[in-house]
């Protein structure tokens, strides 16, 4: 059974002086916007069928691996990207909030930054173990295969790195981080 969930940015709260990337005043009565937010509205359903979908079209279409022959590391490849997608759902709702009540926004910069590996961490927060496991598992993959092909994000002194990233997670604003990898 296939459970849809809402989105909770309610179109309403959106409308008062939105302007696009280029300024130009947004339009929401528009048919094309009302149909827009309406196909967006669900978020992607949890269900393994779903995710399975999700990670035979990346395969396909975002990797363009034949459907008879890719290799094992496309996998975790499409799986990522998959998961990158659930994540986005509430990236640009995170932002739209974010703007509404237009909050102060800090953005930090660093090479010595270190997250460490993000794809078990962001599998299991958003409670996708199960149904990850079991659409892997039917692409003849493991949980255990995929995280090991992730390289560890680790960038310049480790003391540095995890004390920038530990300062980042104890802020109370809006803040957006990003490390140079080299």
Request: proline share 2%.
């Amino acid at each position: 059974m296939t459970t849809q969930i809402r989105r909770s940015v309610s179109m309403n709260k959106l409308k008062a002086g939105r302007t696009t990337a280029d300024g130009i005043p947004i339009n929401f009565e528009d048919d094309k916007f009302k149909k827009l937010w309406d196909y967006c509205s669900m978020y992607l359903s949890k269900d393994v069928e779903t995710i399975k979908r999700q990670i035979a079209n990346h395969l396909e279409y975002t990797l363009a691996c034949n459907r008879l022959d890719f290799r094992p590391y496309a996998i975790y490849q499409a799986a990522a990207y998959s998961l990158r997608d659930r994540m986005l759902e509430f990236w640009n709702d995170t932002q739209s909030y974010f703007t509404d009540v237009q909050t102060k926004r800090v953005y930090y910069m660093s090479i010595e930054y270190l997250i460490g590996r993000s794809l078990m961490n962001s599998i299991c927060n958003l409670d996708l173990e199960a149904p990850y496991t079991d659409a892997l598992k039917f692409f003849g993959s493991s949980m255990k295969e995929l995280y090991e092909y992730e390289e560890d994000a680790a960038l310049g002194s480790e003391r540095l790195g995890r004390l920038a990233a530990c300062s980042l997670i104890s802020c109370y604003i809006k803040l957006s981080s990003m490390g140079i990898w080299y």
